[in-house]
């Protein structure tokens, strides 16, 4: 997410008409998503209350991709489907392809521990400019987290985002944040 935030935030709400351009070259009916039969699974993590929660912590990162990997693994179940996962360029590549070996035997801990079986090879990493579909997750992303967490103080700019959210909303078969703070769960995790 780092490069297509970087863009979207600098161009601010006066810069609206940069704003909406990008998204549509990403998300529109024309678009890396509209392209190809996608469905987009999102999942966070309160890094505030994973800090109050827990002493040590696991980094956010790899608690929110063991999460995302039981998401993916569990719908191409359901669909009786196999899934190939394709991940932005990340430190350490290594580490989280040995995280999916473990999560093929061992599952993949926490309430929900699943053993992942339908992700087939293994975790590929791409850098977002080189691949439009990253570039496209890139920026649903941002626009989800954007939409959950910022209230826009310019009209015009709401509007913006919630209208590049429709293109995107139909393909959303999973959203959650987890934070861990809260004692009690509600949604879906």
């Not at 080189?130 to 992303?141: G, I, N």
Request: hydrophobic share 40%; net charge positive; with cysteine.
């Amino acid at each position: 997410m780092r490069g297509t935030e970087a863009r979207l935030c600098s161009a601010g709400a006066s810069d609206l008409r940069g704003r909406i351009l990008h998204g549509r070259l990403v998300l529109d009916r024309r678009s890396a998503v509209a392209a190809h039969d996608v469905t987009i699974t999102l999942r966070g993590v309160d890094r505030t209350g994973l800090a109050k929660r827990y002493t040590s912590p696991k980094p956010a990162h790899d608690i929110v991709l063991s999460h995302l990997l039981e998401r993916v693994d569990a719908y191409a179940a359901k669909e009786q489907q196999l899934a190939l996962v394709i991940a932005d360029k990340v430190d350490n590549p290594a580490r989280h392809r040995a995280d999916l070996t473990r999560y093929r035997t061992d599952g993949t801990g926490g309430y929900r521990s699943r053993q992942i079986t339908r992700i087939v090879d293994t975790l590929h990493f791409a850098p977002s400019h080189s691949s439009r579909l990253v570039q496209a997750v890139d920026l649903v992303t941002f626009l989800h987290r954007r939409l959950m967490t910022v209230t826009e103080s310019d009209r015009r700019a709401a509007a913006v985002n919630e209208r590049m959210w429709s293109w995107v909303q139909p393909r959303v078969y999973h959203a959650w944040c987890w934070n861990p703070a809260r004692q009690t769960h509600k949604g879906p995790a």
